[in-house]
């Protein structure tokens, strides 16, 4: 079984930074794209950033420049660096994954979701 769990979220004021963390565990062949996804209340899931195996990076364009996505191949992390927060990154934030479990199967892993809160 293969899980991904997030930590860091929590409350902090506007301008405040947060790292989240996501540890894939359990039965793992090999990672390829992580990325964190973020759902804030009556909206639709986003792409907040996107990294490959190669560490090459993406991200959506509200969080440019604010936000740094990094993995970590050895611990099987990735990382979200969260800088000069604003109230609407107000979310869950999820972690995502496209990774073999098996040598023949590749498969999208989603996390629990952490709570983080901007507070104004």
């Known amino acids: 079984q293969v899980q991904l769990v997030e930590s860091g979220g929590g409350l902090v004021q506007a301008g405040g930074s947060l790292r989240l963390s996501c540890a894939a565990s359990?039965?793992?062949?090999?990672?390829?794209?992580m990325a964190w996804y973020r759902q804030a209340p009556g909206k639709q899931r986003e792409l907040v950033a996107h990294?490959?195996?190669?560490?090459?990076?993406n991200y959506g364009d509200s969080v440019k420049g604010r936000f740094t996505i990094s993995r970590d191949n050895v611990k099987n992390t990735v990382y979200l660096q969260m800088n000069s927060l604003k109230p609407e990154d107000t979310a869950v934030y999820y972690c995502?994954?496209?990774?073999?479990?098996?040598?023949?199967?590749?498969?999208?892993?989603w996390g629990q979701g952490t709570q983080v809160t901007v507070s104004s």
């Open positions: 359990g039965s793992i062949f090999s990672i390829y794209a």
């Open positions: 995502n994954a496209d990774l073999q479990p098996t040598k023949a199967t590749i498969k999208v892993y």
């Open positions: 990294i490959t195996s190669g560490g090459i990076t």
